[in-house]
């Protein structure tokens, strides 16, 4: 006797934004969202913060964003620039425990992601990513240019995406992260650590 073959039906996997639009009548839900996307959250907020802070940071970013839930714009498809805005927020009530990181990642030169995560995506800062001095010179840029350089260099995203991100326009983006490479290239004798390299 033999069976009818079945057919798998490939499917695509769902949206953030049908996600995130679901979880407003199915609350449960959302911890897809938490899923899909807390390491890369917490790998941002721990290169900025330290790990003695960046855990509980990472759970406030998903809790704001639960609460924010019904405020999300269904045209967005990827939620990742929306954490990254959030978190990026709570960052800067934490000012000095990112000080006191940088300060300690120029004391020691060691990055606190390194171990506990993949470096794949560190490739896109320069050799010299956790040298000194460049924990230095970010330490004296001013909040505004850090915090949109670093989520080029460290958020991984795009300019658009950084404008979602801050809620402000893309040419706004651009000037804050031309002049913070402008900084940093001045601070580190000319070298420009955190340009994008492209992907070999």
């Known amino acids: 006797m033999t069976r009818p073959t ?4 490939a499917t695509e996997p ?24 807390a390491s890369v959250i917490q790998r941002y ?12 940071v990472c759970a406030d970013v998903f809790l704001a964003a639960f609460r924010q ?18 978190a990026t927020n709570l960052v800067g009530r934490h000012r000095r425990a990112e000080i006191r990181a ?6 020691t030169g060691v990055d606190p992601v390194t171990e506990a995560f993949e470096v794949s995506s560190d ?20 909040p505004v240019y850090r915090d949109a350089l670093l989520l080029v260099a460290w ?10 991100a801050l809620g402000v326009p893309v040419g706004t983006v651009r000037s804050r992260v031309n002049r913070a490479r402008s ?8 070298a420009d650590p955190t340009s994008i390299q492209e992907d070999l």
């Open 183 to 190: 900084r940093m290239r001045a601070a580190l004798g000319g």
């Open 14 to 37: 769902v949206g953030d934004a049908v996600i995130i639009a679901r979880s407003k009548d199915e609350p449960e839900l959302f911890a897809q969202i938490f899923r899909r996307h």
């Open 123 to 142: 490739a896109r800062l320069g050799a010299g990513a956790v040298d000194r001095r460049l924990a230095a010179a970010l330490a004296a840029l001013r």
């Open 45 to 56: 907020v721990t290169r900025r913060l330290g790990p003695s802070v960046a855990e509980d």
């Open 6 to 9: 079945e057919t798998a039906v």
């Open 102 to 107: 940088l300060k300690a990642l120029e004391r």
């Open 69 to 86: 839930r019904h405020r999300y714009a269904a045209d967005r498809l990827d939620a990742r620039p929306w954490l990254f805005g959030i």
């Open 155 to 164: 958020g991984d995203l795009t300019y658009e995406e950084i404008a979602v």
